[in-house]
């Protein structure tokens, strides 16, 4: 694949291109909005693509495809820029930008929504909420749906709804040939099925189905613990999560206790132990869920019944941060493995990020 150089071989095929009817933008280095159109979420990632073309429908999709093909450049597609490995951009090759594509319509009678390919999960909750719907998402609400349910996509309510790629009806994308295809269960099966994890290399989803599931509200409890008393709070998470009901999801985690109202004192900018779980209903019913967890001594506490769009923002990062993660899928979680992570805790520069372990479907 080729790269876009400064005496940029490109120059008059991109301007052939930007007249051709191509209804987007069309950004290279020298733009001055270059900078702003390659930052993703995570400030590591450095790099400098040839071009970036942010499209407005699926035809420009369709053209800046063809445009990559024949040009031999590396593509890549962008979404809500989340990936912390910077798959949405591309050295010197050609973004394909789909920001302005995030038009979500909600049928409430069938119980599905539309949504565009290049849609933040925040614009599917919002457009959701009204109608009392939801689907699993993730845990944050900037992340972008498409790149979320392409990768299985885990969230709160996965316990009780699914992965994200389990509610996915289907995708329209535009694959490498620059052509329009749709894959759902009957159409196109087998890429149907390469979707579900698959990510973004089948093809530049520009809109994808899901099935809503009606959900007045949900509530969110956070517990705080000193970090000593870590190994036996997350030996007691485990086993509380592997008897909890679907309706309960969440994870346990080490952060640094910040100067909030529910944050002791002693805790503020302290590493301390934290269960996060969530419950598809009311408050009252979720405190009796969650009562094993509140019997064990929690030294902070926030409980809170709220809209689930409004769950999905409370942990929504600033973009921009330098971001390292590491991440690893364990089938189960015995108490060796329970001991090294609160052992690596221990290790933990405090005020610092957060380790956490998420108890996503299935049992930890
Ligand atoms: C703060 C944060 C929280 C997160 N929380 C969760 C979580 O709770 N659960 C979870 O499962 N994941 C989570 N993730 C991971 C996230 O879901 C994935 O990185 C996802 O791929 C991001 O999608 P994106 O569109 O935002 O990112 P992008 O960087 O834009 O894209 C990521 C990948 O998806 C591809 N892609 C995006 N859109 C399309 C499209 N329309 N067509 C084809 N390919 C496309 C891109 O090419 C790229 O390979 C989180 C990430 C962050 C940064």
Not at 29 to 37: H, L, S
Not at 233 to 254: H, I, K, N, T, W
């Amino acid at each position: 694949m080729a790269q876009i150089d400064g005496t940029s071989r490109l120059a008059k095929p991109l301007a052939e291109f930007r007249s051709s009817g191509f209804g987007g933008s069309v950004i290279e280095e020298t733009d001055p909005a270059y900078d702003e159109a390659r930052a993703i979420f995570n400030a590591m990632i450095e790099d400098r693509p040839g071009v970036i073309v942010q499209c407005e429908t699926v035809e420009d999709v369709v053209q800046a495809v063809r445009f990559g093909r024949e040009h031999d450049l590396e593509i890549a597609v962008r979404g809500g820029g989340h990936s912390v490995a910077g798959m949405g951009l591309t050295s010197g090759g050609l973004v394909i930008d789909l920001r302005r594509m995030n038009t979500v319509t909600v049928d409430p009678d069938a119980r599905t929504a539309q949504v565009g390919g290049g849609a933040t999960m925040s614009h599917l909750d919002r457009a959701t909420e009204p109608f009392g719907l939801v689907t699993t998402g993730g845990r944050v609400s900037t992340t972008g749906v498409a790149g979320l349910v392409l990768g299985g996509g885990t969230g709160w309510l996965d316990r009780k709804f699914g992965l994200a790629c389990d509610n996915l009806l289907s995708a329209d994308l535009v694959t490498a040939e620059g052509e329009l295809v749709r894959a759902s269960a009957d159409e196109n099966p087998e890429l149907f099925w390469a979707l579900h994890g698959g990510g973004g290399n089948f093809g530049v989803v520009t809109s994808l189905a899901l099935r809503l599931y009606p959900l007045a509200s949900v509530t969110a409890a956070l517990l705080l613990w000193r970090e000593e008393v870590g190994p036996e709070v997350v030996r007691a998470f485990r086993d509380f999560m592997a008897q909890a009901p679907d309706e309960v999801g969440g994870g346990v985690l080490y952060l640094t206790g910040a100067p909030d109202e529910f944050v002791p004192e002693h805790l503020v900018g302290e590493l301390a132990c934290a269960v996060l779980v969530t419950y598809t209903g009311g408050e009252e019913a979720a405190r009796e869920v969650i009562r094993p967890m509140l019997e064990l001594g929690h030294e902070g506490e926030l409980i809170a019944e709220m809209p689930y769009a409004e769950l999905q923002c409370m942990l929504d990062d600033p973009p921009g941060l330098r971001n390292y993660w590491s991440a690893e899928y364990l089938a189960s979680f015995p108490d060796e493995a329970v001991d090294a992570f609160c052992a690596s805790a221990d290790r933990m520069i405090v005020p610092s990020a957060s380790q956490h372990v998420l108890f996503p479907q299935g049992e930890p």
